[in-house]
């Protein structure tokens, strides 16, 4: 099982400009995450899906789309770049178990924006 | 709403000594409390979790509801402990984490 992957590792914008992160998992998980990592802010969840075809608002979602058309996919859109979306971007993915659910992270992507 | 506190941003300690990593939460109902750690290159890895009150790779943490803390402990740390640590916290019936800001964890030689 390659678990949960995440494309492109790296990638520079310029302000304006739009692109699309991807992140696959291969482990049948109903639940998906996007999170932004920065330092001194810890995690924050963009966006999420607890299945196919659905998504909801994280705690900061302004500035970016979200699609899940097929369960193992979860597309992270930004339509026009801002250097304030410089960071890390990672992907995760559960499945809910007793005790909670543990998540699975990709490896990241790191976006700057000039 | 729901939050999780890590006081520190930076511990740094030295090889053999005890370790401390503090977690406080708010949060009225029943939380369900993790640690995650990201070593150095690697991706988030879940450390453990509460509810199955195991020790991995020597750490423990015990959930203290009456003063909303789920600190992680060590009785000896070790220099591979270095990597920086994530409270995390769940509620029944969401499907959302909430971070902590995390504790980057230096063990000294």
């Known amino acids: 099982n390659a678990g949960v992957t995440q494309t492109p590792k790296f990638r520079v914008l310029k302000t304006g400009q739009s692109m699309t992160l991807l992140c696959a998992q291969d482990m049948n998980h109903e639940y998906m995450y996007w999170y932004r990592q920065d330092p001194g802010m810890g995690l924050r969840l963009i966006h999420y899906?607890?299945?196919?075809?659905?998504?909801a608002k994280g705690e900061v979602p302004d500035g970016y789309n979200v699609s899940r058309l097929k369960k193992q996919n979860f597309l992270l859109g930004l339509e026009s770049a801002a250097p304030s979306q410089t960071s890390v971007y990672f992907c995760?993915?559960?499945?809910?178990?007793?005790?909670?659910?543990?998540?699975?992270f990709g490896p990241g992507t790191r976006l700057t924006v000039t | 709403a729901q939050r999780v506190t890590q006081p520190e941003k930076l511990l740094s300690v030295f090889k053999g000594a005890p370790v401390e990593l503090k977690c406080n939460y708010s949060y009225s109902g029943s939380p369900e409390l993790f640690w995650y750690v990201q070593y150095s290159r690697q991706r988030l890895q879940l450390l453990l979790r509460h509810i199955s009150r195991e020790s991995i790779k020597g750490f423990t943490a015990d959930l203290n509801k009456g003063e909303t803390s789920f600190h992680l402990k060590k009785p000896f740390a070790q220099e591979e402990d270095s990597a920086m640590y994530y409270c995390a916290l769940t509620t029944s019936g969401t499907y959302k984490y909430i971070f902590g800001t995390g504790t980057r964890l230096k063990v000294l030689a």
């Open positions: 995760a993915s559960s499945s809910l178990g007793e005790g909670g659910y543990e998540q699975y």
């Open positions: 899906s607890v299945g196919e075809g659905t998504t």
